[in-house]
């Protein structure tokens, strides 16, 4: 059986083709970017004033206390000038730095007399509440990489250099099915041996949150069903996730119909808990991701398998990231043991406090963690304050 790694491996090698589109800018949210974003001139354009007050030249301040008042410089006025140096001009923030001037000084550290500024101290230096052009950067630097996700803060630094239509990555088209007997739908009154569909919602919802769109399908567990509803899938789709029908049943048909229709499988079992009849497979370009069933598994792998690969193949730089136990636990079977957390950050520390479940069909405390973290095979006792690779189920673009 493969272990975690190995499995990764395989799926992360199978190459993904990435088309690209271009949007206005408000559609591009949670999107990933697909261009670099330079920037069309300074940033700041001007000498921002940054505090609202007088502004003075510096070399006076050895001099004088009392500067009387030439006029006012308001943010979006053209750029006015100190005609004596002697005075000095009242200066809003955001306002442009009149010529002549290069010190501003706040309101609350002048008192005004009849329109003379009279300083408080002399304690100013050359530059003082002045963001000046060019700090941040310089026209024609590069400000955004491609393949950032696209946030709020993306946006505004694009809206600041006039980006009002945006290359970003197309997401690729995806159905995600569900397939079981036991299965049904949400604005349904399950009987007593029925359950409704989660896992369907939980998927839409993990594609929803990095910006996806899915179409759902449900498929009953029968071989001929199955077979014809995939073959018309496998035309229409770049990717296939499927929940359920993976694993030893009479009737977990997946595995050997995909067989059928010519997906070649490149993974089907991991040395890992829970996900262990995890399967991936490929037919030319379009892509099957089988999850095991059970609510915890189906969204682990998710995360671990399939997010990891197709982030990977759009071009978004991964984190890894680590989190230190904060109790004792054990788990004796020699495959990776993927435990559910709550994440908790104390100090320079992130802390992974473990979520006691029932298992990987346990739904509700599923719900309660932040995320998992991945205990090696080759162990079987994990130490308080020891630390393993976290992989967040809350935060969509940190891993
Ligand atoms: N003899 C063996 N039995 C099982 C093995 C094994 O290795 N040998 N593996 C177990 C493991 S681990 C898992 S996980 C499950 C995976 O099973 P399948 O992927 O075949 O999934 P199903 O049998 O169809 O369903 C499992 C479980 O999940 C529920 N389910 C399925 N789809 C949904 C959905 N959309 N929403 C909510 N819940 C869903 C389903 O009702 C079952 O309870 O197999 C073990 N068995
Ligand atoms: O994926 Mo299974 O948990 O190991 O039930
Ligand atoms: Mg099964």
Not at 77 to 102: F, S
Not at 193 to 203: A, D, E, G, T
Request: glycine letters at 6%; proline letters at 6%; hydrophobic letters at 40%.
């Amino acid at each position: 059986m493969n272990s975690v790694a190995e499995a990764l491996q395989k799926v992360l090698e199978n190459e993904l083709p990435v088309r690209t589109e271009t949007v206005p800018l408000m559609n591009s949210l949670n999107r990933i970017l697909a261009e670099d974003i330079k920037a069309d001139r300074d940033a700041p354009p001007f000498h921002r004033v940054t505090m609202d007050g007088i502004a003075i030249h510096s070399t006076q301040l050895l001099k004088k206390a009392l500067f009387p008042i030439e006029g006012i410089q308001a943010a979006g006025d053209a750029q006015g000038r100190l005609l004596d140096p002697e005075n000095c001009l009242e200066v809003m923030t955001g306002a442009i730095l009149p010529e002549n001037t290069n010190c501003v000084i706040p309101y609350e550290q002048v008192k005004i007399i009849d329109n003379v500024a009279n300083l408080l101290h002399s304690d100013f230096t050359e530059n003082q509440n002045v963001h000046l052009k060019g700090t941040d950067a310089g026209k024609g630097d590069v400000l955004l990489k491609k393949g950032i996700f696209i946030q709020a803060g993306t946006i505004g630094v694009m809206a600041t250099v006039g980006v009002s239509n945006v290359k970003v990555v197309k997401p690729p088209t995806i159905t995600i099915c569900s397939t079981g007997n036991e299965l049904v739908d949400i604005t349904d009154n399950p009987l007593p041996h029925q359950i409704r569909k989660s896992n369907v919602y939980m998927l839409q919802a993990a594609l929803k949150s990095l910006g996806i769109e899915a179409q759902t399908l449900h498929i009953d567990d029968d071989k001929k069903l199955l077979k014809a509803a995939l073959e018309k899938l496998l035309h229409k789709n770049d990717i296939l996730l499927f929940s359920g029908a993976v694993s030893k049943g009479k009737y977990d048909f997946l595995p050997e119909v995909l067989e059928d229709l010519g997906v070649k499988k490149l993974v089907h079992g991991v040395a890992q808990k829970p996900g262990k009849p995890f399967l991936f497979g490929r037919r030319k370009n379009t892509f099957v991701f089988g999850f095991p069933g059970n609510p915890a598994s189906t969204l682990i792998c998710f995360h671990l398998y399939f997010k990891a690969w197709l982030l990977t193949h759009l071009g978004k730089q991964r984190n890894s990231l680590f989190a230190t136990l904060t109790e004792d636990v054990s788990f004796k079977r020699p495959v990776t043991y993927h435990l559910l957390v709550k994440v908790v950050a104390e100090k320079e520390k992130i802390l992974a406090v473990p979520v006691s479940n029932s298992g990987s069909g346990d739904l509700v405390h599923l719900a309660a963690a932040d995320g998992f973290i991945s205990l090696p095979a080759h162990l079987e006792t994990f130490q308080t304050g020891t630390s393993y690779p976290l992989t967040f189920l809350t935060q969509p673009w940190f891993n």
